[in-house]
């Protein structure tokens, strides 16, 4: 439940080839950031997480820095390998002003942080006129040539997508979402995310922010007859906020910076997993609108009764040292934040509003004080959920029948209301074959009536749209942020490109793995496929990139057309 | 007279004229392998390293040495066979493309195994002369460069029935035989300790390796059926026969190495369970050829399907992520 939140955070470093003309009489050159990212990438081999977890680390940077076409190149399986971080993952911080600017198709400037480092300390409309005067100064010739770039701001954000596409790098984050919704705003900069992205919290020199997660396992929160036991998912969240609040004051520090972060703002991050089993325990999918609906309601619920139970701690315990200022102490919920986007976004966000709790009760409770500084966060949760039994976070299942590859080793997982529902037809037997055939893929079994097979899509098959509905709908209500995948059948960026847009418009903080699915496979060792039903999918891309009117002469017969 | 767009009998020198195609297959072999391009440095062996020192047996250890030193030499003479015997022959444009492409993987494998070997603290000399020291092993080398020589015997006239039919018998003993029969049970035996959460970097290298091969097979199997359209006459009751012939030959090949690779049982494994899975195999491939089974054996390693056949989801912090594909180009 504890997890360390010390990314690394790259704006600041020199970037390559720059002279330090002020900064000694040899005016030597320095390396850039590259080689440091370099250096942190062998750090992670060296130290592990008790044991249990291989070391991690995240980078973010901002798209704005003279180094982002070699930051975009650095999880590519080509090229000088000093040049290659093949375990750092890597995120790209994002401004509005970018996602701006792809959209109108302007040009986007490069800089090197020495001519415009004020830039990281600032977001929203702050940052769009620092931005737009370094632009002016750059065109007037007051930052030295080789300091500062002009490209097209569509052109870098299709090479971004290209780079996601083939390496599943960099993550997509949004700076200034992250920023104008924290509660915290008051007490400093929000300068990246966190490894799983869903962390936003303030940090300066003197700070390394930390969070406490949890999760809240929706799945076992039904009645018998399928609704929300409502009662006792509060009582849940109750427990759980209380537990977490401990944690802070039990926790061991690996730095007085952390200690100091976590003492002061006292954030905890609670989250849930069990959303999609939830969904098909109802009989729906995620393509369906009332997943929203659900993920809207069930979000909703444990926003409140975090947030009442962290003021009842409050009464108890004292508010964080912090409150004074922050937004809670003007009575605002997170939902509120949403009108501080709008106004320096210049535009609405494009998420529906409605809740059906009583929040102004809660206001008046949150004036006396709250004892957390952030209350939620909906973390990946891969591997307590996979403990827990249940599907992770608000996430599908990745396929009906799939393996889950961790550092414990490799797990077989299912879709438990898929197996039930082929039980109770008398199916289960007859098609169970068929389903390591289709890897999981219930759409192409049409044994399966119809009316049930459409409950059980995999992540390829709900539309990134759905899920973004999702993620959107839930960001309303949680104060730091949601890590929210994405899954591609489509291999070309201008697919993606509108996806991502849309994510950003819609208000969110943060997107996670980018999932898209491999054209071929190996042949299959256990199951024999249906040769003559099944034509290989590269096969087909190929042949229709071909645009060649000939077709595999021999008709999908031979066993390793699958 | 052969038609100059046929598989074989073309002029062997003559400059790349694409289209149009006349195998598309083949063109989409080429593709779908561009996509797949990997290499060995891309999976990390640290771990491996560690499991090495602290998990393996000596049992084990041994075994794993044998397994790399048939690995490593082995792709090496499917190059030699590509290079030597099959481009001189197969002058379909389309088709060579995808030959000079498949050579490249071989090497690229060859690459991959020596990487394991240079990485992991196995007895080097030992491993590189695996060839010499196992009979088992040498073995099957003899019996991929039996039909790699047959090709290379000045006698051979394509022009004749026997000329194609012993052209058939190496494209048979290699892209079904050793691709697809003789690296199987090597490719189990490593995932099985990947099953354990063990070496699972050369798991990794394992899953590239068996994509590719999978591709092979497959051009394989579409080159075979193709080259048979063509030429009909070759297909003549005594070759089936000796097909089959071949293929049980090279089972009782790979049911001795099975032998040496594990004289005695290791945990979840033994001799006899990889013989199985070879003839489970072997049935799949006799029958690909239209053939019929032999053994009908059923597939002792079920636990397979969770290493080869599911879709994948990977945690990215703690472990790579492996199944991204070189993107195409932008339009």
Request: net charge negative; proline share 6%; aromatic share 10%.
């Amino acid at each position: 439940m504890v997890e360390r939140d010390d990314n690394k955070n790259g704006s600041c470093w020199q970037p390559f080839g720059r002279r330090i003309a002020r900064s000694g009489p040899c005016g030597f050159t320095s390396g850039g950031l590259i080689p440091f990212l370099h250096l942190y990438d062998a750090l992670i081999h060296a130290i592990n997480q008790g044991g249990r977890r291989r070391g991690t680390m995240a980078a973010y940077l901002k798209p704005w820095h003279l180094e982002i076409e070699a930051f975009l190149d650095l999880r590519r399986n080509t090229g000088d390998p000093y040049q290659r971080t093949p375990s750092l993952d890597t995120a790209l911080w994002i401004p509005d002003a970018f996602m701006e600017r792809v959209e109108a198709d302007a040009d986007w400037y490069l800089f090197d942080p020495l001519y415009a480092g004020d830039l990281v300390d600032l977001y929203g409309e702050a940052f769009r006129r620092r931005y737009e005067e370094h632009i002016a100064r750059a065109e007037r010739g007051e930052i030295p040539r080789r300091a500062w770039r002009k490209v097209r701001a569509r052109e870098l954000y299709l090479r971004i997508l290209d780079a996601l596409l083939e390496t599943g790098h960099p993550w997509i984050t949004f700076k200034d979402s992250s920023n104008l919704r924290s509660m915290l705003r008051h007490a400093g900069i929000i300068h990246s995310l966190n490894l799983c992205t869903e962390v936003a919290l303030p940090t300066c020199p003197e700070e390394i922010a930390v969070c406490n997660l949890g999760s809240v396992n929706l799945a076992r929160h039904l009645n018998a007859d399928g609704s929300l036991d409502e009662a006792e998912l509060a009582r849940t969240v109750e427990i759980a906020m209380r537990a977490l609040d401990n944690v802070i004051d039990l926790n061991l520090y690996p730095s007085e910076r952390a200690r100091r972060s976590n003492l002061l703002n006292r954030p905890v991050g609670l989250g849930c997993m069990g959303f999609a089993e939830l969904l098909s325990r109802q009989g729906l999918s995620f393509n369906d609108p009332e997943a929203a609906e659900w993920a809207d309601r069930l979000v909703e619920q444990l926003s409140f009764h975090a947030i009442r139970a962290s003021c009842a701690l409050a009464r108890e315990r004292g508010p964080f040292p912090r409150f004074p200022g922050s937004e809670w102490s003007k009575g605002r919920l997170p939902f509120d934040t949403l009108e501080d986007l709008e106004r320096e976004r210049r535009r609405a966000i494009e998420v529906d509003r409605g809740g059906r709790l009583d929040w102004t009760a809660l206001r008046d409770a949150l004036r006396a004080g709250i004892r957390n500084g952030a209350v939620m966060a909906i973390a990946p949760t891969a591997t307590i959920a996979l403990i827990a039994g249940t599907s992770p976070s608000l996430d599908p299942y990745f396929s009906n029948l799939f393996v889950r590859t961790t550092l414990s080793g490799r797990f077989v997982e299912f879709n438990p209301a898929l197996v039930e529902a082929l039980k109770t037809l008398g199916l289960w037997e007859r098609v169970r074959e068929r389903l390591v055939e289709t890897q999981g893929d219930a759409w192409a079994i049409p044994e399966i009536p119809e009316p049930v097979r459409r409950r059980f899509p995999t992540a390829f098959q709900i539309r990134p749209e759905a899920l973004l509905e999702i993620a959107a709908r839930a960001q309303k209500w949680v104060d730091m942020g949601i890590s929210r995948s994405l899954y591609f059948t489509s291999e070309t960026p201008t697919d993606l490109a509108e996806v991502y847009l849309h994510a950003w418009r819609k208000g969110l903080k943060a997107t996670y793995y980018c999932y898209v699915m491999p054209r071929m496979r190996a042949e299959p060792a256990t199951v024999r496929v249906n040769k003559a039903a099944q034509r290989p999918r590269w096969v087909e891309a190929a042949e229709a990139e071909l645009q060649a009117e000939a077709a595999c002469a021999m008709d999908g017969s031979c066993e390793a057309c699958q | 007279m052969r038609s100059a767009r046929g598989l074989i009998g073309g002029d062997p020198v003559e400059p790349l004229r694409l289209f149009p195609l006349s195998y598309p297959w083949a063109y989409a072999h080429v593709q779908q392998a561009k996509r797949n391009t990997w290499f060995p440095e891309e999976a990390p062996l640290h771990d491996d390293v560690q499991d090495w020192h602290e998990r393996l047996t000596e049992e084990e250890r041994q075994a794993v040495e044998i397994l790399l030193g048939f690995f490593n030499p082995m792709e090496s003479l499917v190059t030699s066979n590509l290079l030597l015997a099959l481009y001189p022959h197969l002058t379909a444009p389309e088709v060579r493309l995808y030959l000079a492409r498949q050579a490249w993987e071989e090497a690229n494998h060859a690459m991959a195994f020596e990487y394991v070997i240079k990485t992991l603290p196995v007895d080097r000399e030992r491993v590189f002369g695996t060839l010499e020291e196992h009979p088992a092993v040498a073995a099957k080398a003899a019996f991929q460069r039996r039909l790699t020589a047959e090709i290379l015997k000045p006698d051979l006239d394509l022009a004749t029935i026997e000329g194609r039919q012993r052209l058939l018998r190496n494209l048979v003993g290699f892209f079904v035989i050793l691709e697809g029969i003789f690296f199987y049970s090597g490719f189990a035996f490593a995932l099985s300790f990947r099953r354990r959460n063990c070496l699972r970097g050369l798991g990794t290298i394992i899953d590239w390796v068996l994509k590719d091969e999978s591709l092979h097979l497959s051009f394989g199997v579409h080159l075979i059926q193709a080259f048979l359209q063509e030429n009909p006459e070759v297909r003549t009751p005594a070759l089936g026969e000796e097909l089959r012939r071949m293929i049980l030959e090279a089972v009782a090949l790979e049911e001795a190495y099975n032998q040496a690779l594990l004289p005695r049982p290791v945990l979840g494994l033994h001799a006899g369970s990889l013989n199985a899975y070879v003839r489970y195999v072997a049935d799949r491939r006799l029958e690909e050829l239209g053939l019929g089974p032999h053994f009908h054996t059923p597939n002792p390693f079920r636990w397979l399907a969770a290493e080869i056949d599911l879709p994948e989801q990977v945690n990215f912090f703690e472990a790579r992520n492996v199944n991204y594909e070189v993107a195409r180009p932008r339009e």
